[in-house]
């Protein structure tokens, strides 16, 4: 059965602070990565990563995929705020046009 | 771009009666949508995958005669919740997928109360 594991589960830091989500996952026949931040409502894309060892970035935010490791991770740097919400990292199989969801990690940012 | 919207946002309605939420991909043409349920402080749980022509594809332990899936155009997706209980209240969230793409856009997503 395919499994995907976030953690922490939930995280509460200080504005300025820099965090780093982590993601595991057991899939059969793993294709890419795909990671949303959720707020309020419905999850906003983030990134795709499909090979390993390459950082994709975009601006205080990057991630980087371990396919060795089975694993990948997600950096904030210089946390705002606004980057409170849940993170939810999503491998997909092979072949399948289906997303394997994690639990999330709930990072909120105390100013 | 890759914008979905979902109507309506919010639906309370009786017990017993059924309910249609429509999901519209509005800047690309969607070959496969996909619904979700969301419970609280929960994660995304796929329900059904559905491509644009084809009957839709239903995951384990979801009832299909229930969660009616209907996917006509490259743009619109409805699920219509049939007989609704109190048990069907949830977030119901839909996503969208062009072809030959990999990433799919969420809708904003429809918190449905059966009363």
């Known amino acids: 059965e395919d499994k995907v594991v976030q953690s922490p589960l939930s995280l509460v830091v200080h504005e300025g602070d820099t965090v780093t989500l982590n993601c595991s996952y057991e899939?059969?026949?793993?294709?890419?990565l795909l990671w949303y931040k959720q707020e309020k409502k419905a999850p906003t894309f983030l990134f795709m990563l499909t090979s390993s060892g390459i950082e994709k970035k975009s601006g205080r935010l990057s991630s980087i995929l371990d396919k060795k490791e089975l694993s990948s991770i997600l950096n904030i740097t210089a946390t705002q705020t606004g980057d409170s919400a849940i993170y939810l990292c999503?491998?997909?199989?092979?072949?399948?046009?289906?997303?394997?969801f994690g639990q999330g990690t709930r990072l909120t940012i105390n100013p | 771009g890759a914008v979905v919207s979902q109507h309506p946002s919010r639906v309370i309605c009786k017990s017993g009666t059924s309910v249609k939420i429509e999901c519209r991909s509005l800047d690309f043409q969607a070959t496969t949508m996909f619904w979700y349920r969301q419970f609280p402080k929960q994660s995304l749980m796929l329900m059904a995958t559905s491509n644009e022509g084809s009957k839709a594809t239903y995951e384990q332990g979801v009832e299909k005669d229930k969660f009616l899936i209907n996917h006509a155009s490259l743009t619109l997706s409805t699920l219509t919740v049939t007989s609704a209980h109190p048990e069907d209240s949830s977030f119901y969230i839909c996503s969208a997928q062009e072809r030959n793409q990999e990433t799919q856009y969420f809708g904003p997503g429809t918190r449905l109360l059966v009363l």
């Open positions: 899939v059969t026949n793993f294709r890419s």
């Open positions: 999503a491998p997909r199989i092979q072949g399948a046009q289906k997303l394997v």
